[in-house]
């Protein structure tokens, strides 16, 4: 068992962000991730689960869902493994997310005294809002840390996606946010990573081979990661769901390999086989090549020998299959 939990499972990744004493370090992982785009001072953790209002319909339970004390939303997801439609799911996701924010009252009511007689309604509207101002958004950003290739996006560690204009790349709405890290891309070592964000997900990355931090890494918040992340300091109930949820890591690992382990040697077998195939293909198109051409060059002497006799063109023709023009030209 290593020292510390191993982020890329469920409850690893909750253990290290999702905890109320994990706000300081998600606040500085998230402010990395958006240096010079933005700043968060202080966030909430707010309600996971979104459930659908139509049966029909999927609910969502995010990893992590967040309000900063400035109005952004954020969406922190975790995904260890592939699986088809990823890109789609992170959609559904932030449009979800999205489409939220506009699903509350479009006018503020106000409280009347116990009404007399008179009294129409015990309420009354303020002035409703303009058309415009109902559709008024915050930024929703959806952040998805990946210990998988997504074949559908560049082969590098991070891509920021907004939504732009195709022709110039511009900016249309900032409101909408996604990145997504590839961490199989992230390739750098210790001695390489000169920025605190290098070094957060270099820790990120391999923290769960690790018996104790290295002395590289001096900032405070490796500390505070250090504290949380001890497989040592887990509660008796989180010890077992985490040794439960190392299980199932490892065992999907060993299932994945064992599967790319099938697929290459079945792949390097119909390579072979096609080979083999091709060799043998090519060796019977050329025996009937040469058969052809061996027929060929016969007549074309037996035709020779006839028009050295002085037998008449239309007579090789018919004794030999070819042409006047080929017989003409011998």
């Given amino acids: 068992m290593a020292h510390f939990v191993n982020p890329f499972t469920d409850i690893g990744f ?7 004493a994990s706000k300081e370090l998600l606040i500085t992982l998230l402010n990395e991730l958006l240096a010079g785009e933005h700043h968060i001072e202080d966030l909430t953790f707010i309600d996971k689960e979104d459930n659908s209002d139509n049966v029909n319909d999927r609910g969502i339970i995010f990893d992590l869902y967040c309000l900063t004390s400035s109005g952004e939303y954020i969406i922190v997801e975790m995904q260890n493994r592939w699986h088809s439609n990823f890109l789609d799911r992170t959609l559904y996701y932030v449009c979800r ?14 409280e009347l005294p116990a009404g007399g007689k008179d009294s129409v309604s015990d309420t009354v509207s303020e002035a409703p809002l303009r058309y415009g101002d109902r559709y008024k958004l915050s930024t929703v950003y959806g952040i998805f840390l990946m210990n998988f290739k997504e074949g559908k996006l560049e ?8 939504v732009a204009d195709r022709e110039n790349g511009r ?6 946010r996604q990145i997504y890290l590839q961490f199989p891309y992230f390739t750098k070592q210790l001695e390489e990573c000169e920025t605190l964000y290098d070094k957060l997900i270099y820790a990120l990355k391999n923290m769960n081979e ?12 490796f500390k505070h990661l250090e504290r949380l992340a001890a497989v040592a300091n887990l509660s008796e109930a989180n010890r ?3 040794d439960k949820a190392v299980d199932r890591f490892y065992v999907s690992r060993i299932y994945e390999e064992d599967m790319q382990d099938r697929v290459e040697n079945a792949m390097r077998e119909g390579r072979e086989k096609g080979m083999q195939e091709g060799r043998e293909k090519g060796m019977r198109e050329g025996r009937e090549e040469g058969k052809k ?6 007549k074309l002497e037996d035709a020779q020998n006839f028009k050295r006799l002085g037998v008449p063109a239309d007579i090789i023709a018919k004794a030999t299959g070819l042409s006047a023009e080929e017989i003409a030209k011998l």
């Fill in 171 to 176: 900016t249309v709405n900032p409101h909408f």
């Fill in 240 to 242: 077992v769901a985490y």
């Fill in 97 to 110: 997310a999205i489409s939220r924010l506009i699903e509350r009252p479009i006018t503020d009511e106000v």
């Fill in 210 to 221: 690790w018996n104790r931090m290295p002395d590289a890494l001096k900032e405070q918040v």
């Fill in 155 to 162: 082969p590098k560690f991070r891509t920021d996606t907004v």
């Fill in 293 to 298: 051409e061996g027929k060929k060059e016969a």
């Fill in 14 to 20: 909750k253990i290290i962000f999702g905890q109320p």
